[in-house]
């Protein structure tokens, strides 16, 4: 089996607002930990599980109780004995670690035994050399400490890693690593001298890589955190088997499994027909918050992906660099005269004057693809100022 991965986009409301909330709380406190800990609280609930809590270095954050949960995961994907699942909520471009801990004897024996008999310490060039091709050596050394190398693979074997998409829904990157991957590449390692402390995280090379192949595979999109919703979308998912080959110098191809077939819309209470007289339909509404996320993913989609620098890749579509453009994108409802207003960052509107790769072209598009997705109805769209 390979490592498999896929997307899980909510655009609850409550979980978003508590989301910013915790980005924006860059102090260790009593409210930041807090924050922390309902937020676990809420996603647990996506996998039919309960956090843990506390400050256990090598136990993973969440426990699967729910059957059904397990169950959908055996039923299309094989994989069996789902029962905990580690869960990271990133800030910015941050490395994912995944875990820590004290160097034990049987690693420190087998990290010393690199360097020949007459080693008897691990000095700052030892450590250098170690932490050297993503800690190669250091992970070798860690195998020959069966119970921590165990529990390492048990916090990394099912990895669930949260980011915020803008201002609005938030992204779950789910990765399940069968123990024959659990390796550097796709982990790192990294021995700290001054804690003697050793750290492992998954590898950024191969992270970047899995967002990008996923950028394009469909997603479990949910408007709500019930596992109930989670199973019927990922059960609609077929997995098909494909190549990641990341940038890193060496050992950078992997297989992998991903989504390749079947939209997964947002699931959301369908729109009523109405019984009063000459009311023809009454929508069910999503939130400002809700079609703001829907529609950056519509733009991004729309935009061709290129390199920080160089030329543009279209001579129509503005180029998808660093996604500032898209998360800038805010969008404004009004149902009563039905209209749209969207809002960029100010620093784009230079296209406008310049006509060809104007924004106004790409998003009024977007927005009228997705509100119609959503409502089955057209709205007058403009910007805002």
Do not use: C
Request: hydrophobic share 35%; net charge positive; glycine share 6%.
């Amino acid at each position: 089996m390979a490592v498999v991965a896929w997307k899980t986009v909510i655009s609850d409301p409550d979980l978003i607002s508590r989301y910013s909330r915790y980005l924006k709380t860059r102090k260790e406190g009593v409210n930041r930990a807090r924050i922390i800990k309902t937020l676990e609280r809420q996603l647990s609930q996506v996998f039919g599980g309960s956090a843990r809590g506390g400050s256990a270095k090598l136990v993973p954050d969440i426990s699967i109780d729910d059957e059904r949960f397990t169950a959908a995961i055996e039923n299309t994907l094989g994989i069996s004995a789902v029962s905990e699942a580690e869960l990271k909520l990133k800030r910015g471009g941050r490395r994912t670690t995944i875990g820590q801990s004290g160097v034990t004897g049987l690693l420190k024996t087998a990290a010393l035994q690199t360097f020949g008999e007459a080693a008897t310490d691990i000095t700052k060039n030892r450590a250098s050399q170690l932490n050297a091709n993503k800690g190669f050596l250091l992970f070798n050394a860690l195998r020959s400490d069966p119970a921590l190398f165990k529990e390492f693979y048990n916090k990394s074997k099912f990895l669930s890693i949260a980011r915020q998409i803008g201002n609005g829904s938030i992204e779950l990157l789910n990765i399940l690593i069968p123990e024959k991957d659990f390796k550097v590449p796709p982990l790192s390692i990294r021995y700290s001298l001054s804690k003697e402390t050793i750290y492992l995280s998954l590898d950024d090379t191969f992270e970047k890589g899995l967002l990008e192949k996923l950028s394009t595979a469909p997603a479990v999109e949910l408007a709500t955190l019930e596992v109930e919703e989670f199973i019927e979308s990922f059960n609609k998912i077929k997995f098909g088997q494909t190549k990641l080959e990341t940038t890193a110098k060496k050992d950078n191809k992997f297989s992998i499994q991903i989504p390749t077939g079947g939209s997964i819309p947002l699931s959301r209470t369908k729109a009523r027909v109405a019984k009063k007289k000459q009311q023809d339909l009454k929508l069910s509404t999503i939130s400002d918050a809700q079609m703001t996320a829907l529609v950056q993913r519509e733009t991004e989609k729309r935009m061709p992906k290129g390199p920080l620098r160089g030329p543009p890749l279209s001579a129509s579509v503005l180029t998808y660099r660093t996604g500032r453009f898209v998360d800038s994108i805010k969008v404004i409802q009004d149902f009563r005269q039905q209209l749209i207003k969207y809002y960029y960052a100010p620093n784009y509107r230079v296209h406008e004057k310049r006509g060809a790769r104007a924004p106004r072209f790409l998003l009024q598009g977007s927005i009228r693809d997705t509100v119609q997705a959503v409502y089955g109805e057209r709205f007058r769209i403009i910007r805002g100022f």
